[in-house]
Nanobody, 126 residues
Framework: QVHLSESGGGSVQPGGSLRLSCVASGDTFHNDCMGWFRQAPGQEREWVAGIPSDDDATYAESVKGRFTISEDSAESTLYLEMNDLKPEDTATYYC????????????????????WGQGTRVTVSS
């Protein structure tokens, strides 16, 4: 059974940067559906970025131009590079992957994923 483990969260000042990592262990993915979500206290989980099986990476409008999602398949690791962080980016960030491929409309839906990490906390504050 696959296990996803995130790391890289922390506390930064506005304008700072962080890189989140999500390592998959126990199995390998190929041409799968992968994404990052986040959940702020008292709010619902929201989609942040994803790599669909048939297209380029796609981003939520709130992070477009600041965040970059990427994958190192050799290391079974999914990354989220976050730059120019804002207080509203404060949340627990979760990676998600699914063996089944997904298209662009589906990559942003939490129901597309069966495998989730435990989350890593990001706090942006001055």
């Amino acid at each position: 059974q696959v296990h996803l483990s995130e790391s890289g969260g922390g506390s930064v000042q506005p304008g700072g940067s962080l890189r989140l990592s999500c390592v998959a262990s126990g199995d390998t993915f190929h041409n799968d559906c992968m994404g990052w979500f986040r959940q702020a206290p008292g709010q619902e989980r929201e989609w942040v970025a994803g790599i669909p099986s048939d297209d380029d990476a796609t981003y939520a409008e709130s992070v477009k131009g600041r965040f970059t999602i990427s994958e190192d398949s050799a290391e079974s690791t999914l990354y989220l590079e976050m730059n120019d962080l804002k207080p509203e980016d404060t949340a627990t960030y979760y990676c998600a992957r699914d063996y089944d491929p997904c298209s662009t409309p589906w990559v942003r839906r939490a129901t597309s994923y069966k495998n989730w990490g435990q989350g890593t906390r990001v706090t942006v504050s001055s």
